[in-house]
T-cell receptor, first 110, second 112 residues
Framework: RKEVEQDPGPFNVPEGATVAFNCTYS??????FFWYRQDCRKEPKLLMS???SGNEDGRFTAQLNRASQYISLLIRDSKLSDSATYLC???????????FGTGTSLTVIP | EAQVTQNPRYLITVTGKKLTVTCSQN?????MSWYRQDPGLGLRQIYY???????DKGDVPEGYKVSRKEKRNFPLILESPSPNQTSLYFC???????????FGNGTRLTVT
């Protein structure tokens, strides 16, 4: 079983739509969780960390469900510039290794 | 500016010719690591380092070497590259623990 699993998509949504991605992880002792954004095979860039209580940054909301072992990312009022691949990243309990999902592709259509 | 710098950005080489990809960070990060990214497989960890002179294998270490003689530098060495090492490589660093990773801008390697 993969450490981290994501639906690869693609998700094609109209501008202004709300879209949600989920990501599941297999190690229940995982301690830290992140969403990264990657454009056109450029380097991944941190979008937001995911905290137990959930957190919001503008149009983006991240949530963690430890009981079901998944994290989610909600994007409201999608913009064309949100088109990218979104990577879910989990840090194992040792804190030494980061595990990446294969990414979810989002295209926002005018 | 805080950053992770990789060089070169693009590299085309032939099978068996040793090469080194450099990685340097100016954020005083303890943790550094190397990843390769292949279509459909996502990012996979090659090696990581918790501190100077401390390195360990990730999930796909075969065919690679690393060293960490200084805190800021973490070069990736391919002693005898093969075509299956054609990939997009990223170096990343972090304060360690629960801190997020910061990535270099990538090295696209082609081995013919």
């Amino acid at each position: 079983r993969k450490e981290v699993e994501q639906d690869p998509g693609p998700f094609n949504v109209p501008e202004g739509a709300t879209v949600a991605f989920n990501c599941t992880y297999s190690n229940s002792a995982s301690q830290s969780f992140f969403w990264y954004r990657q454009d056109c095979r450029k380097e991944p860039k941190l979008l937001m960390s995911v905290y137990s209580s959930g957190n919001e940054d503008g149009r983006f909301t991240a949530q963690l469900n430890r009981a079901s072992q998944y994290i989610s990312l909600l994007i409201r009022d999608s913009k064309l510039s949100d088109s990218a691949t979104y990577l879910c990243v989990v840090n194992k309990n040792t804190g030494n290794q980061f595990y990446f999902g294969t990414g979810t592709s989002l295209t926002v259509i005018p | 500016e805080a950053q992770v710098t990789q060089n070169p950005r693009y590299l085309i080489t032939v099978t068996g010719k040793k090469l080194t990809v450099t990685c340097s960070q100016n954020m005083n990060h303890e943790y550094m690591s190397w990843y390769r990214q292949d279509p459909g497989l996502g990012l996979r960890q090659i090696y990581y380092s918790m501190n100077v002179e401390v390195t360990d294998k990730g999930d796909v270490p075969e065919g690679y070497k690393v060293s960490r003689k200084e805190k800021r530098n973490f070069p990736l060495i391919l002693e005898s590259p093969s075509p299956n090492q054609t990939s997009l490589y990223f170096c990343a660093s972090s304060f360690g623990g629960l801190s997020p990773l910061h990535f270099g801008n990538g090295t696209r390697l082609t081995v013919t």
